[in-house]
């Protein structure tokens, strides 16, 4: 059975991303202003972010910067990152939960959809970065079910990173590890050191996903959470303080 939660979070931030195609031209200056309306009472004005002033035909001839954020509203417990292809929801430590983290992304997603900007979403994905908390690289690598080996060297005594690719019930799931990683917390000046652990669930082909939004995103954070916790030993599980509910 997987845990709910664990006590000793080791979440330090969630994110909720989807990527579109818009029934008009740089929404990224429309749907602001709209999201604005709907929401002012939980988030602040929207902020141009640098890529903002890039032209936008600078953004079309790379494709790096299709998905890049180009506003920003901040909110007491979450910020939405806006751009004319792509939307993400971020959560930054302390993360409030699945339950009502769910409900602020069921409550946009449906405001967002009564603009009928968005003509279809071409993928959506759940990524949460981790910081599992411990000095030495032996005892980070120690926290999960990791073994490496390339030649005659065990990676799990050395500074190293993986970045693995895992498709699974028809979701990709990027796995990156990285030993002795020093993570400033999002919103702070405190930081978090040990084993970093992303696990990004993407489902890349969401078909209709306005019409199945609910069952879409409860199956990915399902997968997600799902490849979270089947990478820990059930002695770390107990240590971090898992809680059944």
Same mark, same amino acid.
């Given at each position: 059975m997987i845990p709910?939660?664990?006590?000793?979070?080791?979440?330090?931030?969630?994110?909720?991303?989807?990527?579109?195609?818009?029934?008009?031209? =740089?929404?990224?200056?429309?749907?602001?202003a709209f999201l604005y309306t709907? %929401? &002012?009472?939980?988030?602040?004005?929207?902020? $141009?972010?640098?890529? =903002?002033?890039?032209?936008?035909?600078?953004?079309?001839?790379?494709?790096? %910067? &299709?998905?890049?954020?180009r506003l920003?509203? $901040?909110?007491?417990?979450?910020?939405?990152l806006i751009g004319d292809s792509s939307i993400v929801l971020s959560c930054p430590r302390p993360y409030v939960g699945w339950n009502e983290y769910k409900i602020m992304l069921t409550d946009l997603l449906l405001i967002i959809k009564e603009t009928k900007l968005i003509s279809v979403v071409d993928r959506f994905s759940f990524k949460y970065v981790n910081v599992l908390e411990a000095d030495k690289v032996d005892e980070q690598f120690s926290l999960i079910k990791f073994v490496s080996k390339i030649g005659p060297y065990d990676l799990t005594k050395h500074l190293s990173s993986t970045k693995s690719e895992i498709r699974e019930e028809g979701l990709i799931n990027i796995i990156e590890v990285q030993s002795n990683a020093v993570i400033t917390l999002p919103n702070s000046k405190?930081?978090?050191?040990?084993?970093?652990?992303?696990v990004d669930t993407i489902n890349d082909n969401p078909g209709e996903f306005w019409a199945h939004s609910d069952?879409?995103?409860?199956?990915?954070?399902?997968?997600?959470?799902?490849?979270?916790?089947?990478?820990?030993?059930?002695?770390?599980?107990?240590?971090?303080?898992?809680?059944?509910a």
């Open positions: 709910s939660k664990l006590s000793k979070d080791p979440i330090v931030e969630a994110l909720f991303e989807i990527r579109f195609q818009s029934t008009v031209k =740089a929404i990224s200056n429309l749907l602001p709907k %929401l &002012k009472n939980n988030f602040d004005a929207p902020e $141009r972010l640098p890529i =903002a002033e890039f032209p936008e035909e600078f953004i079309a001839l790379d494709p790096n %910067l &299709k998905y890049q954020p920003r509203m $901040r909110g007491a417990k979450i910020s939405m405190e930081t978090m050191k040990g084993l970093l652990l992303n069952q879409l995103i409860e199956t990915a954070h399902t997968m997600e959470k799902k490849m979270f916790f089947c990478f820990l030993p059930d002695e770390v599980i107990k240590k971090f303080g898992a809680v059944y």
